[in-house]
């Protein structure tokens, strides 16, 4: 249980045919096509990513335009992200604007310029991205009893513990 509302695999261990096994790159590779082991988690290779069908492929900006849309570009690792001017949104890079951001997160909300939506100064985004009063409590539902508001607009985790990532 991984604290949130989610079970997990212990470190080391992926989720296959539903059960815990030891993680490794021929594991990976029957999960996700083109996938290794990192000894935490499966991911796509430093130079791939995954195409619409989900399979590690060569990375390129086509490639994460065919899964995103024509604002997405390869980040140079294993990942596709949005270009500058546009926000991620249902999994694609829509152009982005004030009007979108309050569309996604309620009024109050506008576009940073770079690839974000932002709420006002003392409010974050709550679980289903909505701009709400930011508080301690609100940070923990998403980041576990470690994590704190930071007054301005972010959730953080506290001094001594670091956010971890979720991997493919």
């Known amino acids: 249980f991984d604290g949130g509302n989610q079970c997990k695999c212990p ?22 096509p083109g996938a290794v082991f990192n000894g935490t988690e499966c991911v796509c290779a430093v130079g791939s990513v995954q195409d619409a ?18 604002g997405a570009k390869f980040d140079g690792d294993h990942s596709c992200e949005c270009s500058t001017g546009y926000v991620e949104h ?34 974050t985004a709550d679980a289903t991205g ?3 009063e930011g508080s301690d409590e609100l940070c923990q539902t998403r980041t576990g009893p470690d994590g704190s508001f930071d007054g301005v607009g972010k959730c953080v985790c506290r001094d001594g513990f670091e956010k971890v990532s979720t991997g493919l």
């Open 11 to 32: 470190t080391g261990e992926v989720h296959l045919k539903g059960k815990c096994v030891d993680g490794d790159d021929d594991v990976c590779e029957a999960l996700v």
């Open 53 to 70: 069908r989900g399979a590690c492929v060569a990375a390129s900006d086509a490639v994460c335009q065919g899964r995103m849309g024509p």
């Open 90 to 123: 249902r999994g694609g890079c829509e152009e982005g604007s004030t009007a979108l951001c309050q569309q996604l997160q309620g009024d109050g909300a506008d576009f940073d310029g770079v690839n974000a939506c932002r709420c006002p100064t003392g409010s």
């Open 130 to 132: 909505r701009c709400v």
